[in-house]
RNA sequence: GUGGGUGUAGCUCAGUGGCAGAGCAUCGGAUUGUGGCUCCGGUCGUCGUGGGUUCAAUUCCCAUCACUCACCCCA
C-alpha cells in the first residue's frame, strides 16, 4: 500500500522551502512596520463561528467546510483566518486595552474545493486586521502597505482594484436597485445566478458566465446607491490612495464572496510567473459590523488575507543562493570521529557544517560536497591524520592548502565571515 | 458538482500490435586519496489498475482510479 497526501493538500520539501521562508519573513517584516503584532489562533473551531461571520448562504459555508462532531460539538476546521482573530479580539476584550488593534497571522485554511492552480484544500494565508479604526486612512495604508510588499519581492503587472458596497443602509438600498434592474432580465441569466437572485443578487455582477455579464451591462453600480457617508468616505479614499501614489481602478463588479464585508472593498492581481486562472494575489475589505454581529462591542475593522500560495506562484522562476557550507570528508573511523568532533566546533560557532560519515570513496564525498554548494571541504584521510594537519579546500577557487589541526577552527573562520549566515536565506 | 487533458525509470518526456527508450539524476571507472567540464560504463520499470479483442496488448476497446487544468467559487 502506498500513501499519497490527501488530495488538495501539498508536502513542501526543502526545493521548495526558501522562497515560503523568504515571503513569510517579508510578509511579518513589513507588518511589524506597519505596526501590526502577530495573532496565533486555534485551527479548529466552533462550527458555527464560521456560520455565523462567513454567512450560511455562501459556497464556503455550504459545502466547502470541513466539519465533524467530537463528543457532541461542532467543529471545523478554519476555512479563513478573519473570525478566529475576531473570535480571539472579542473573548479577550481585547477593545478594553486598546482603541485600534493591529493584528496579523499567517497558517494553514482548509475548504474542500476541487484543486486546481492556485487553489488546494490546505493552503496558507498570510493576513492583516485592524480593529477600532474606521478609515478610511487605514484602508489606503493596507493596500500601501501590500503593494509595497508585492513589489519589493519583485512581483510585477499589479492590478489594485477598489470598489465600495457601503454601510447597511447603502446596502440595502443597493440591493432594491439591482433587483429592480434584475428581475425583467431574470430569464436571460445563466441558472447559477436565477436561483440566487432574490438570496444574493450581489453575487451576479462578479458571475463570469457571458449570459450574466450580457445581463449585467447598464447595471446600476454600487457606487451609486451610496449614501453620503459612505461615499464620502470611499472618496476620501480614493483621494489618499492617488496622493500614496498608488494605481488603482474602481471595479464596480467587485463584490467579495463573504457575507460580512462592507463598505471598502479591494483586491490585488497579477499576472506574473505561473498564476493561472486564480490570479487575485489578495483580497479584503472592511467588515465594520462583524465584531458586533460575533457578540463584542461596535468596533469597525478591517482587513485582508493573501493567499501564500498564489503568491509564490508569481514568484515562480526565482532561484534562491544555496546558504554556505563547510563540508567535512573524513576517511576511515579515526578520521570520521575526528570530523565528528570538529563539526560541533563549527556549529558551535554558528558555521553551517554537514560532517559525511559515510563509507566511500573521497571523489564520492566531494562530488556531493559540490553538488551541496559547499563553501569550503575539509579533507582528513589517512595521510592528514598521520601528519596532524587537515586539508582546506575552496571549492570555488580551486586552491587547497594543509592546516595544522589546531589552527583549522580558526582557518575556517576567517574564510567562512564574509559568507552570509545560515539564516538569512535558508 | 460539471467539462477537458495526462498516466511509460527517481525527474522531464519520446515510442511501438512482436526483446522497453532518451535526456537529466544516481552509482562506478578514466585519476590506489581530490569536486565543477569531458569521456566510458552500471543500476533503476509490474508501461496507473482491472477486464476484453488477439497467436501476441505498453500500444486497440471498455471500465476504473489517480493526477492535472478549467468552470463554479475563492485567497
Request: with cysteine.
Amino acid at each position: 500500500m502506498q500513501f499519497r497526501a490527501v488530495k488538495g493538500m501539498n508536502d513542501i520539501l526543502p526545493e521548495e522551502i526558501g522562497l515560503w521562508h523568504e515571503l513569510e519573513r517579508a510578509f511579518a517584516t513589513t507588518a511589524r512596520l506597519y505596526g501590526f503584532e502577530e495573532v496565533r489562533t486555534p485551527l479548529l473551531e466552533p462550527t458555527s463561528l464560521f456560520v455565523r461571520s462567513i454567512g450560511d448562504t455562501t459556497d464556503v459555508v455550504q459545502k466547502e467546510m470541513y466539519s465533524f462532531e467530537h463528543h457532541s460539538e461542532q467543529l471545523t476546521l478554519r476555512p479563513e483566518g478573519t473570525a478566529s482573530a475576531v473570535r480571539a479580539y472579542v473573548q479577550h476584550n481585547v477593545n478594553a486595552s486598546e482603541p485600534v488593534t493591529r493584528w496579523y497571522y499567517m497558517g494553514p485554511m482548509y475548504r474542500a474545493e476541487r484543486p486546481q492552480r492556485g487553489r488546494y484544500r490546505q493552503f496558507f494565508q498570510a493576513g492583516c486586521e485592524v480593529f477600532g479604526d474606521p478609515g478610511p486612512a487605514c484602508d489606503a495604508e493596507l493596500l500601501a502597505m501590500l503593494v509595497g510588499l508585492y513589489q519589493s519581492l519583485g512581483i510585477g503587472d499589479l492590478r489594485v482594484l477598489v470598489n465600495s458596497i457601503g454601510g447597511p443602509e447603502s446596502r440595502a438600498r443597493y440591493r432594491e436597485l439591482l433587483l429592480e434592474f434584475l428581475r425583467p432580465k431574470a430569464a436571460e441569466l445563466s441558472t447559477e445566478s436565477q436561483s440566487r437572485l432574490e438570496k444574493n443578487p450581489l453575487r451576479v455582477l462578479d458571475s463570469k458566465s457571458p449570459l450574466d455579464k450580457q445581463a449585467i451591462v447598464g447595471a446600476p453600480s454600487t457606487i451609486d446607491a451610496l449614501n453620503d457617508a459612505d461615499r464620502a468616505h470611499f472618496e476620501e479614499l480614493c483621494a489618499q490612495l492617488t496622493a500614496l501614489e498608488i494605481p488603482f481602478a474602481v471595479e464596480p463588479s467587485l463584490v467579495r464572496g463573504l457575507d460580512y464585508y462592507s463598505r471598502t472593498l479591494f483586491e490585488i492581481q497579477s499576472d506574473a510567473g505561473d498564476l493561472g486562472a486564480q490570479n487575485t494575489l489578495v483580497g479584503g475589505g472592511r467588515y465594520d459590523g462583524l465584531v458586533k454581529t460575533l457578540g463584542g462591542p461596535d468596533v469597525p475593522s478591517i482587513g485582508f488575507a493573501m493567499g501564500v500560495e498564489r503568491v509564490l506562484l508569481a514568484l515562480k522562476g526565482r532561484e534562491l543562493g544555496k546558504p554556505p557550507l563547510v563540508f567535512i570528508a573524513p576517511i576511515g573511523n579515526e578520521a570520521v570521529r575526528a570530523g565528528l568532533v570538529l563539526g560541533n566546533r563549527l556549529r558551535a560557532l554558528g558555521i553551517r557544517t554537514e560532517v559525511d560519515g559515510r563509507e566511500g570513496s573521497l571523489k564520492s564525498k566531494l562530488r556531493r560536497a559540490n553538488s551541496m554548494g559547499a563553501t569550503l571541504a575539509l579533507v582528513m584521510g589517512e595521510q592528514e591524520i598521520a601528519q596532524g594537519t587537515i586539508q582546506l579546500k575552496d571549492l570555488a577557487a580551486h586552491t587547497q592548502l594543509d592546516v595544522a589541526q589546531s589552527e583549522i577552527v580558526q582557518r575556517v573562520r576567517e574564510r567562512m565571515q564574509a559568507a552570509v549566515p545560515v539564516e538569512a536565506n535558508s
